[in-house]
């Protein structure tokens, strides 16, 4: 099962680390090693928000997560999305902006780190809809009961995590925008303008996809019911049919695009976070790339091992470093914050979702039971 599911993954470190022994020297591969640990870091809350997804999907679009997802994920958002920051920025064509990454490193990591206030704004809107959305809902299990009952309550209001998404971007523009570290002067506009987009282009993919799954739901039970009827009493109709099947079709294309805009949500601090280390964007897409696809990988395994449905916390946990990480994304418009904070606050919120979790399958005595005969499951953290 490991090594099914992470076989690829070992594969491309293997070839990954040998073509950057070849071309760059033991110090090129050292620097490949560290990207990969540094986007496994940064996105192993990543996987666990994949996987609450992608185990709605079927057989068919799991695969394609995993082979044209990766391809978006490493060429796309490690190789393709800093050259086309860059041209934008600078208003040049796309072979110029490749160039000057070749050519011309620093200039272009100083164009790239110019962008970051836009780039911030964008994916920290989008991840704090995500958090925002997960804290309103009413749910079984509640981790932080403390935290997840009010605002469950308070969920009941419609568009409140539009507005108060919306307050928080007024608020970064007006306070961290002013004055930025990257690039200086003043990004106020270029915050909104990009906030926005970051929202609606979390309410549009969001909304779609939830449109068709929803279709999707009403148009199994409504199978069900015919067979229900023709049937009579004569046999029991089992259920869930569609959830055990996944999503298909319209629905999981959809799904697949809220997939990838999550990742390259994800993906942004990782971006920037590299130039750290080197401003190569070759040796940086390989090392990123690497740890992308182990991340690829684990979300698979997660879904394939039931882990979420074990351990109920996890997606709590998730969700929390996520709306950490949106926070975090914002304070950088002004501020500079370490990568190693930023990978410590998620691995520390899920090992203790973890945690929480193996305590309560301990205390109920079924470690695999998520049935949900208890209206609320609390942790106690």
Excluded: C
């Amino acid at each position: 099962m490991l090594l099914k599911t992470f076989g690829w993954s070992f594969a491309i470190t293997v070839v990954g680390l040998v073509v950057a022994g070849v071309l760059w020297g033991w110090q090129g591969l050292a620097i490949v090693g560290i990207l990969s640990i540094l986007e496994i870091s940064l996105s192993f809350d990543n996987a666990v928000i994949n996987a609450g997804i992608l185990r709605k999907m079927n057989a068919f679009w799991q695969k394609i997560f995993l082979t044209v997802g990766i391809l978006i994920a490493v060429f796309g958002m490690r190789l393709v999305f800093p050259v086309v920051i860059v041209a934008i920025t600078a208003k040049l064509g796309p072979i110029e902006a490749v160039k000057l990454a070749i050519n011309d490193k620093a200039h272009y990591q100083e164009l790239v780190t110019s962008a970051h206030p836009a780039i911030a704004a964008f994916g920290g809107m989008f991840l704090l809809m995500i958090f925002l959305d997960f804290i309103f809902e009413e749910r079984d299990y509640k981790w932080l009961s403390w935290i997840e009952k009010p605002m469950a309550k308070m969920g009941k209001l419609d568009m409140l995590s539009v507005i108060i998404a919306l307050v928080v971007l007024l608020v970064s523009a007006m306070t961290l925008a002013t004055d930025v570290a990257h690039g200086g002067g003043d990004k106020t506009a270029t915050v909104l303008l990009a906030g926005v987009a970051g929202l609606i282009t979390y309410l549009v993919v969001g909304g779609i996809s939830g449109y068709f799954e929803d279709k999707l739901d009403e148009d199994d039970e409504d199978d069900e019911d015919d067979e229900e009827s023709e049937a009579g009493a004569a046999a029991p109709v089992a259920t869930g049919a569609g959830s055990a099947v996944g999503l298909a079709g319209k629905a999981a294309f959809f799904m697949f695009l809220y997939l990838e805009v999550i990742d390259a949500s994800f993906s942004f601090d990782g971006v920037i976070g590299a130039f750290a280390i080197t401003n190569d964007i070759f040796m940086m897409a390989l090392g990123l790339g690497i740890g992308a696809m182990y991340i690829r990988s684990l979300t698979v395994f997660l879904v394939r091992k039931g882990t979420l449905d074990d351990y109920v916390y996890l997606e709590h946990g998730a969700h929390y470093a996520i709306g950490a990480l949106a926070v975090i994304l914002l304070i950088t418009i002004r501020y500079e914050v370490s990568e190693v904070v930023t990978g410590l606050i998620g691995i520390v919120l899920i090992g203790l979702s973890f945690a929480s979790s193996v305590v309560r399958n301990r205390r109920e005595g079924k470690p695999g039971d998520t049935s949900g005969t208890k209206a609320e499951v609390t942790s106690g953290v």
